[in-house]
Every structure is written in C-alpha cells, then in structure tokens.
C-alpha cells in the first residue's frame, strides 16, 4: 500500500492542525493505521493508531486528550486531529499502515510508511 500524508504547517502553541494519510493500492479491512513522529535528534515515536475495521484507537500518553485519530473508509484516509498543540509537538509525522492488527504501539509493526509532513509548533 502506498501512503500520502499531509497537512502539517507551523502553528503557534495552542492552534490545531488536522494531518491526512491517503491509502492507495490495497484495502486497510483488517489492517492498522498509525501516525508516528521524529523531532531532530530523537528516536521516531508512537502518536496514535487506529484499527482500520473497527475504528478503536489508541494513543501516547504525551497526546492524549489533545490528539483524535479517525478514518474515511470510503476514502481510504486516516486523520490526526492535533488540537492545543505545544511546542514539543514539533516533529515530522509520519503514517503507517499494516495488513493486520498490531497490537504494541512499535514502528517494527508497520510495513507501509508514508514520505512525512513536518508540524512546526512555535512558543
């Protein structure tokens, strides 16, 4: 599956940003979406993922209650609803996806990664 994501900018602290991933060349039935994130010199980290067929989400504890992760089936599209947004939140995100369920929050899990779309919080 190949995946586009998009949507990032530069915001200022508390301002919200919506991110889209756009699946293309398979179905996500059965499978998992998630979004993750690499500030500059750190580790890329887990935000949120969705599972594709029945909707449940999951998220980091660093982003919850601020951060909403959804999807369109009809339009193949995963979102990341990023609301009061701080500083720390500047990274580049990027989508993922897996063809099963992935039931711990590790990149290792994912197959399909999108290119990125870089979120710019200033203070």
């Known amino acids: 599956v190949q995946l586009q994501a998009s949507g990032g900018g530069l915001v200022q602290t508390g301002d919200s940003l919506r991110l889209a991933c756009v699946a293309s060349g398979r179905s996500l039935s059965g499978g998992t979406m998630g979004w993750f994130r690499q500030a500059p010199g750190k580790e890329r980290e887990f935000v949120a993922r969705?599972?594709?067929?029945?909707?449940?989400?999951k998220y980091a504890d660093s982003v919850k209650d601020r951060f909403t992760i959804s999807r369109d089936n009809a339009e193949n599209t995963a979102y990341l609803q990023m609301n009061s947004l701080k500083p720390e939140d500047t990274a580049v995100y990027y989508c993922a996806a897996a063809p099963f369920i992935v039931l711990q929050p590790d990149a290792r899990g994912f197959q399909s990664w999108g290119q990125g779309t870089q979120v710019t919080v200033s203070s």
């Open positions: 969705i599972y594709w067929s029945s909707g449940s989400p």
